[in-house]
């Protein structure tokens, strides 16, 4: 889906993680944001320059969902960060393409897209928006697919 946009190719060794789970092993007991407010804007700003310069951004996310939810009950971190490290708490991919303000919730919003939707227009509704939320230093839903989201990681543009 970010390669067809404008030869945008995702750099996928350049990550910017902004949660850690409290217990790899089980995802169902949450994450923490990792951010300082510093470090959590210029990650915004990058998301909104490369949004302006008409390049979507590929993000990770966590969610709230209970542990009988996950395939095999195993709510596992889903992909690994770079050696050394600990895994992320990623379990869903889904891609950042636009952004905007909300007036109801009185907050800034990331539109995005999931192509893990089986009805494309379920994955590209307008209504996918996912909330900075500048005072705990996350990006965060309301309610999606009726779970809370939350990104967990961002993989910058080439």
């Known amino acids: 889906m970010i390669n067809q946009k404008n030869n945008t190719i995702v750099n996928h060794n350049s990550r910017v993680y902004f949660e850690d ?3 790899t092993s089980d995802l169902t007991q949450g994450v923490t944001p990792l951010l300082d407010e510093t470090e959590f ?9 490369s949004i302006k310069a008409d390049k979507p951004v590929l993000f990770g996310t966590w969610d709230n969902r209970i542990k009988d939810k996950y395939p095999n009950n195993k709510p596992n971190a ?3 960060k770079p050696p050394g490290s600990k895994n992320s708490p990623t379990t869903h991919y889904m891609v950042i393409v636009g952004y905007g303000y909300d007036k ?3 907050k800034y919003y990331l539109l995005f897209y999931d192509p893990g939707r089986k009805n494309s227009s379920d994955g590209t509704s307008l209504q996918n928006k996912i ?4 005072t705990t230093n996350e990006i965060t839903t309301t309610v999606y697919r009726g779970r809370t ?4 990681e961002i ?3 080439f």
């Not at 989201?149 to 967990?152: D, E, L, N």
Request: glycine share 0%.
């Open 104 to 106: 109801t919730q009185k």
């Open 155 to 157: 993989r910058k543009n």
């Open 149 to 152: 989201y939350k990104v967990t």
């Open 41 to 49: 804007k210029d990650v915004v700003d990058y998301i909104k320059t």
């Open 21 to 23: 789970a409290v217990n």
């Open 131 to 134: 909330y900075i939320e500048e």
């Open 78 to 80: 889903y992909n690994s």
